[in-house]
């Protein structure tokens, strides 16, 4: 059941991010070479105007990532803090002398719910990297 859950988590958030990848980071990176390569294109510039060019351009798509990364990690971290909580319910059940089949079937059904909870959650997730992106200058 847990493991089900968790199945269906990594889905959603797999398939929520390469639908960003597909939507806007696809074009960003695009973005990203095409102005790199007319940075390259300059032959007054010197060595380090170029580079600064071309870090300019890898901005945009570096606070992208960062902004997949944060909500990523956010995420994950509440679901870990659910498991945490989770685990430690079986254990006092377990110290307070719960049958260890039964306090098994709680923890599953505990990390079941945690699933479903944060399944819920990954529509708001791509939701709020979508907002981000959308805020990056290009």
Request: charged letters at 25%; glycine letters at 6%; aromatic letters at 2%.
């Amino acid at each position: 059941e847990a493991e089900a859950a968790q199945g269906r988590v990594q889905a959603a958030v797999e398939s929520a991010v390469q639908g960003l990848e597909r939507e806007r980071i696809r074009a960003m990176q695009g973005a990203m070479f095409r102005c790199s390569a007319r940075c390259c294109e300059d032959g007054s510039a010197s060595m380090q105007e170029v580079q600064r060019c071309i870090e300019r351009c890898h901005q945009p798509l570096a606070q992208a990532q960062a902004i997949v990364t944060a909500e990523l990690e956010h995420f994950q971290d509440r679901l870990s803090r659910c498991s945490l909580q989770c685990r430690d319910q079986a254990k006092d059940a377990l110290d307070s002398g719960g049958s260890e089949p039964k306090v098994r079937g709680q923890l599953d059904a505990c990390l079941a719910s945690c699933g479903d909870q944060h399944l819920r959650l990954v529509p708001l997730m791509a939701r709020k990297m979508r907002d981000g992106l959308a805020a990056i200058q290009q």
